[in-house]
């Protein structure tokens, strides 16, 4: 685009007026043109790439106006005698006292950094003590002409000072140095070398000299405009700041020459004037004053910085307390120190972390690791160590006695059940919630590595998580040999899923309108595996681990293919009618893949299925903990027609909400609620609720786990329209259930005996 060229333009015409006028070609034209361009570039530039603020900008279009008349008036009014001849340095002046307030004016934006400001002050006086030795002294010396001639002699260096360290402060300030940001640097520096010009005529008293001393002033003008027009003007509002970087090259550079002044000006200067050694010894005093200053500045940031560095790596930022890492250091040295009793480590997981922060939202979750930290740390002594190691996973570890660790035990539980605030989102509902932990205990006995210890209390937190949550179990050595169990059996698994050794059971779904359950209507498909070895294994523990190895969207996809087409060879033979569906439970790390539903009608397609003949069963938990993308996933499963069964319904967080929430067209009453009709009035009670709310929202009910002809009976007469148990009978592979289906054998009565 032109526009972004313009300084390229400026730039040639500036430097071709600056040619002319240093070989004496059209002198007249040269200031007035590139002057007025360069304030013209000042004002428009910012316009025309939006750079914002334009506050800096207007100062330096002022100060290139006023620098300009200046210089016209100047050479207009040179020759008259005092004061008239001093009117060209009126403008002058008022145009350095805008540069410098323009300039201070970015670097303001940039945020004014320690380090570069005691540079700059280093460099101003080493620089001050030269031009006042140098330029100033001599000029004031100088007899026979007004005091105010002397002091705008002394007083042009005096303001380059200036200039001086707001540009070495700017240099110092911002780690990227565009286009733009360089061409005002070495505006600034033409400035500097034009005026030092003029300093050294003005030492024996004259104040005007060659035309040559005017083309820095000139070049000046020319880059300045440039750095208006160059697009990366807009950047300069924005600095990067510079990493604290005490002593770079670059830096000693500019500070050596500084600090080297006031020694080489004693040895270099000739003759000594008491005020000039006052000068210098107190330049000289101040400068190393600001060099122990900065010097001992730069340690400390140093020492701050690493102290904030390792803090960072070794503590969880949202509780301050100690992370994995830093817990693996205390934990070896508190194993190889001496002590009364035995080390000790807790290893808890809240349970229920995951609602928290689904239903309130992160910052609620925040808050709540926040307070149990907290109040962990309240709670323990102050010599047991408390970190955080995961999401929402704690480690207390302590050296004491075991009763000792036993009361610590319920400490720590009492710390994490008792109600917290929450605030939801916004200015969402605030709300009190009770969350749980289960904890693995284990006592360092032959342990030398933390890492070995953090295994055993995580397999022993495990354990407690399994066996119903919110409790903490000890860990001893037998879980360990649980643990290697479980990893054969992962590897047999993921050996029996590749080659397709798991069969599939079916189990009769009756509809009990009858009064009975004479006629079976669907079947679930329940999955067998027969190992090599150890022989039937039940799916409550291979399906466990297959979800912990990620084996359990291939078994998954495997049952369900295996079992539409089961139903689809059943339709075409005519073994089952064409209302008869088939039940398959569906593991919620399969609703976590965004392709499942593309599966599921794949299946249906190749089997000519209709999609109303599949039931996929459901935890609760997929509702409860599933999140968006389960929720889509359910929603599309529902547009193709299957159907979606609410499992083990009443044994999670049967939350009558997520039931309306979600797309589900039917539950199914867990086997213990059914397990005690006829002789618990709760559960028949519970029974009759799921019963109401169910016909309510118009979702199908099927009662499983029904062993005995009473239980059946109290179903009966709760309205229950669909039941399933071993009273019909147990899972059988599909053979044999075709056969019980073809002879309607013993229909109505319990089969039990066989094998499952
Ligand atoms: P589930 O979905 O609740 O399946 C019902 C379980 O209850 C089955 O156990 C079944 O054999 C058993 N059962 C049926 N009638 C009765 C009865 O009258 N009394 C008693 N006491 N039990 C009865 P199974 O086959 O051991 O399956 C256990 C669980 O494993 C299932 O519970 C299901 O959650 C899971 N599972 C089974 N197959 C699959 C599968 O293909 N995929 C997934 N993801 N999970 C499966
Ligand atoms: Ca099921
Ligand atoms: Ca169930």
Known sequence: MVRDRLWMGLLGIGLAASALWAFDVFPGLAFPLVGGLSALAWAAGPRLHDVRPRRPWRLLTAAALFFLAGIVVRALVIAHPYPLGQLGDAFSICGFGLFIAGMAVFLNRWGINRHALLDGLIVCIGAAITSAL?????????????????????????????????????????????????????????????????????????????????????????????????????????????????????????????????????VLLPHETPLSRWILGAG??????????????????????????????????????????????????????????DVWMFYLDLDGFKLVNDSWGHPAGDRLIVEVGARLRHALPAEATVARVGGDEFVVVQR???????????????????????????????????????????????H????????????????????????????????????????????????????????????????????????????????????????????????????????????????????????????????????????????????????????????????RVPARNLVLEITESVMVEGGELTERLLLRLRELGVRISVDDFGTGFSALGYLRRHPVTGVKIDRSFVGGLGASTEDEEIVRAVVAMSSALSLAVVAEGVETTAQRDVLVALKVPLAQGWLWGKAVPASTFAGRLRSRERVGEPVGGRSD
């Not at 101040?286 to 690493?306: E, G, M, N, T």
């Not at 250091?329 to 002590?339: I, N, Q």
């Not at 539980?413 to 939801?424: S, T, Y």
Request: glycine content about 8%; some cysteine.
């Open 134 to 266: 140098l330029f100033v002294l001599p000029a004031i010396a100088i007899s026979g002409r007004p005091a105010l001639v002397s002091v705008l002699a002394g007083g042009y260096p005096t303001l380059d000072i200036v200039l001086l360290l707001l540009g070495v402060n700017m240099a110092f300030t911002t780690a990227v140095r565009q286009r733009s940001f360089q061409f005002l640097g070495a505006m600034i520096l033409l400035i500097f070398a034009g005026d030092l010009g003029y300093a050294i005529i003005g030492r024996h008293g004259e104040l005007t000299g060659s035309r040559l001393l005017d083309l820095p002033f000139l070049v000046a003008f020319t880059i300045g405009g440039a750095a208006a027009l160059h697009p990366t003007a807009k950047a300069l509002a924005q600095a990067t700041p510079l990493p604290i970087q005490a002593w770079s090259p670059a830096r000693m550079l500019i500070i050596g020459p500084a600090v080297a002044a006031p020694f080489l000006l004693t």
């Open 448 to 607: 030398d590595t933390a890492e070995a210890l953090m295994r055993d209390a995580d397999t022993a937190m495990y354990q407690a998580k399994e066996q119903g949550r919110n409790r903490w179990t000890v860990f001893d050595a037998s879980m360990r040999d649980a643990v290697r169990e479980r990893v054969e059996i992962e590897v047999a698994l993921r050996a029996a899923v590749a080659q397709e050794q798991l069969a599939i059971a079916y189990q009769p779904i009756v509809d009990l309108t009858d009064g009975l359950g004479t006629s079976t209507v669907g079947a679930e498909a329940l999955v067998r595996w027969e190992h090599p070895v150890r022989g039937w294994i039940g799916p409550n523990m291979f399906i466990a681990v297959a979800e912990d190895a990620n084996l359990i969207s291939a078994l998954g996809a495997w049952v369900l293919r295996e079992s539409v087409l089961q139903l689809s060879r059943w339709r075409d033979k005519g073994v089952v009618d064409e209302d008869f569906w088939m039940s398959v439970n569906v593991s919620p790390r399969q609703l976590g893949d965004a392709t499942f539903p593309d599966r599921v009608a794949a299946i249906l397609a190749q089997a």
């Open 284 to 341: 000289g005093a101040a400068i190393v004053a600001l060099l122990l200053v900065r010097a001992s500045d730069a340690v400390q940031s140093h020492a701050a910085a690493q102290r904030r560095f390792e803090h960072q790596a070794t503590h969880d930022p949202l509780t301050g307390l100690p992370n994995r890492r830093l817990l693996q250091l205390m934990v070896e040295r508190r194993l190889t120190e001496r002590g009364t009793g």
């Open 400 to 446: 004491c006695t075991e009763p000792e660790a036993m009361a610590g035990a319920r400490r720590i539980m009492e710390c994490v059940e008792r109600p917290l605030l929450v605030v939801g989102g916004g200015e969402g509902p605030t709300a009190e919630v009770v969350v749980g932990a289960s904890m693995g205990i284990v006592r360092a006995d032959r």
